[in-house]
Nanobody, 128 residues
Framework: QVQLVQVGGGLVQAGGSLRLSCAAS????????MGWFRQIPGKEREFVAT????????RYADSVKGRFTISRDNAKNAVYLLMNSLKPEDTAVYSC?????????????????????WGQGTQVTVSS
């Protein structure tokens, strides 16, 4: 089992920045990828970014590319999402997730069903 605990989030003005953290514990050796998703009430969960457990490979949704940066800290078993140039449409509940699957080739997961473990979610609100 893997446990994911998130820290961060809150209220920020448009154009501002926030950093979300996600600490993994338990069988972290089984993790291959970590990702961030977000969800607005009444809508489906949306992919934001994924990073390989080694930190060498990343993937971003087009809507956040160039503004958000996903990174990880091997020593702390943590993954971060730095969000810059925030927009009101970035307002959502953000959740981190862990995927145990090792994929062939250069594939980087981004579908919700590909992830096995989830953090508790944290609210990010961007005011205009």
């Amino acid at each position: 089992q893997v446990q994911l605990v998130q820290v961060g989030g809150g209220l920020v003005q448009a154009g501002g920045s926030l950093r979300l953290s996600c600490a993994a514990s338990g069988r972290t050796s089984s993790i291959a990828f970590m990702g961030w998703f977000r969800q607005i009430p009444g809508k489906e969960r949306e992919f934001v970014a994924t990073i390989s457990w080694t930190g060498r490979r990343t993937r971003y949704a087009d809507s956040v590319k160039g503004r958000f940066t996903i990174s990880r800290d091997n020593a702390k078993n943590a993954v971060y999402l730095l969000m810059n140039s925030l927009k009101p449409e970035d307002t959502a509940v953000y959740s981190c997730a862990a995927d145990r699957t090792t994929y062939y080739g250069a594939y980087i997961p981004f579908m919700e069903y590909e992830f096995d473990y989830w953090g508790q979610g944290t609210q990010v609100t961007v005011s205009s």
